[in-house]
């Protein structure tokens, strides 16, 4: 059911392009909003398609436990379940029992652990990982991945490596097609150039409809994590979408946009609406701030969002401060409008073959270095 | 600024109306939702006015605290500062006083209380109740009246009553003509008839454009409630708009229009939504109920709302149960929906003169019964 193609490519490997789905077409680069529970935190779906957005992300594991993919299939599926008829990507629960790892017995089958939600216990396979997202009826899946918790300790990053190949195997004899949904390996390898590259031919010969690079930003320094990022996307299928999980904040989409990646995910823009901090053109501001108090201003001159055409920054400082709930939702409409505006600029520079200029005037005007520059 | 005239007028006493502002026509009889500090809690205004919300309440005894009423007048007004363009209503803050009074000083002057928020010592007197509104800009602002805590202490009442006509001369004295903001008397006088009527002839006597019936629903018996709420509105002029304060059941809305009220707020279509309890024309429901965990319905087969058209009892019910705030946006819309629908078939039955059989179907769906029939 996916397809994907590129329209245009740069020099240096960044590439606009278009990812067909049941639920409707992504145009790539693109930021999905973080929905864990089935929910972008805040905002209606009506919201979601008011800011653009054109595809998310859920998380499968969580979904899962509560309130049940065999419950959300009864109920006609995810995308019926929460009334967002874009397509919807989730994440399988590698990254989820990684940051549980205390509670996690795992081994060669899978994982077994206790739900924090009410202790009971639960198993996770390859195989559960893809019934599940086909039972929630997502348009892409995620295989079930190893990760590990120090991405510098080669024998840990090859041994969970090689696990993830091996599950992969496993994952594609259990779903020969993909169906309606269509299944994403997960490369790791740690921080290791060779095994990043082993790991990557051995899934890629599995042919896959698409690509994601794992295990970054898990705890090491940024200079790492972009280094790694920017080899790593060189070793993935260039016909085939490639996904960088959990990493978004805007300077990272800016570079990593630039060397090829075309999907990304991140609770950013959503949490850091909630804690009152938003994004404009010319970098963060925390709206709790006493600064903001009198300020008859948008947030952002330049932003079209519902927030910013209707309230000053004084009223959204005042809901904040009073602790309104309407401060989360139109602080979180702003980010995630901010983030679908940025997409649309990265875009039309990757199309008109324009990015090293634009790439600097973002950083320029939005203050931060790119990691290459820094 | 303000004007109002009534279109029908049933036996009973019972009326459509239309009350015209600077902000707006409003069609009467009308519910306002309650927005505090300048928020009706989770929706923005764009879902206000989705949900055919035509007026709504603020309170300027909590505002002229936070942020302060010359802030919101240096920021345009209060329609501007909050993106509200239709008319505004604000209760002054003799009912706020009255719920803290252990930390309040009242005498003839006015209140002097300390601020729940910073503990800083404030003053309010029937002058400054005028000049905040006046501030604020609000379309009606309410006289700053006196409540007893205990309405069937006659001697209590009997001095609250009469302090409360002597207010209204001062702000009558302070505000000659009304400007851009019209003030409302609120009627006192306890659960003792002599008083009502008293306080309602001396209240007229100052020709106010609009009065309301304030002091009930404050800890008596239902029936004393409606009894006197019945009574009440019959001494107050017949020309002008009659707003009955804070109270606003279903259930009170359908009998309190039979009688000729103009005007309604109450907390509870929002208050309810965040605790997940939802109208429905069969009586209310708890989404957090087990009951809802499979239910495919939606919250009301005959609501038009946005929840209604798009989700169905078994995601709202997943949302309240993960303390998503989604759950409670889309609860309050759904309440504040179900509200002005019923207002409108309030409307529609007292403009045909049908309004004691729409209130016989009214009560033998909803359940419970009309406090006459009870």
Redesign the interface.
């Known amino acids: 059911m996916l397809g994907f193609e590129v329209i245009a490519e740069t020099a240096r490997g960044g590439r606009r392009g278009r990812l067909q789905t049941a639920h409707g077409t992504v145009e790539t680069p693109a930021f999905m909003p973080v929905g864990t ?3 972008v ?6 919201q979601l398609l008011e800011a653009h957005v054109s595809m998310i992300l859920c998380n499968a594991y969580h979904l899962a436990l ?2 049940g993919a065999e ?1 959300i299939k ?3 599926g995810l995308h019926r ?3 967002w008829r874009g397509p919807i990507l989730t994440d399988s629960g590698g990254y989820q029992l990684f940051s549980l790892a205390a509670r996690v017995k795992l081994d060669e089958r899978g994982a077994v652990f206790r739900s924090h939600l009410d202790g009971d216990e639960y198993e996770l396979t390859p195989e559960r990982a893809v019934d599940v997202q086909r039972q929630l009826g997502v348009d892409i899946g995620m295989l079930f991945d190893v990760l590990v918790s120090v991405p510098g300790d080669r024998r840990a990053a090859a041994e969970a490596a090689a696990r993830t190949v091996r599950w992969a195997e496993r994952s594609r004899r259990h779903a020969p097609d993909s169906g309606a949904t269509a299944f994403f390996a997960i490369m790791q390898g740690g921080l290791f150039d060779e095994l990043r590259a082993e790991n990557a031919a051995s899934l890629a010969a599995l042919d896959f409809p698409g690509y994601a690079v794992g295990g970054l930003s898990v705890g090491e320094e940024r200079a790492e994590t972009m280094r790694m990022a920017e080899f790593a996307v060189g070793l993935l299928p260039t016909e085939k979408p490639r996904y960088m999980m959990g990493m978004g904040a805007p300077r990272d989409l800016v570079e990593l946009c630039g060397w090829g990646y075309d999907l990304f995910d991140c609770v950013i823009p959503t949490r850091n609406g909630r804690n009152g901090t938003l994004f404009t053109r010319t970098g963060e501001i925390s709206i709790r701030n006493a600064a903001h ?2 300020d ?1 201003r948008p947030v952002d001159d330049a932003c079209d969002c ?1 927030t910013c055409r ?3 920054r ?2 959204l ?3 904040a ?2 602790g ?3 401060a ?3 602080a979180t409409l702003h980010n995630v409008r901010f983030y679908q505006t940025l997409m649309e600029e990265i875009r039309a520079a990757l199309a008109a073959d324009e990015y090293e200029r634009f790439a600097a005037e973002f950083f320029s005007t939005y203050g931060g270095t790119a990691h290459e520059l820094g």
């Open positions: 529970y089935g929910t935190r805040g905002l209606t779906p009506a509560r309130p419950t009864r109920l006609g379940f929460m009334g108090a009198l008859e519902y209707t309230f000053s004084a009223y400082h005042h809901l401060k009073r309104e709930m309407l989360a939702t139109l």
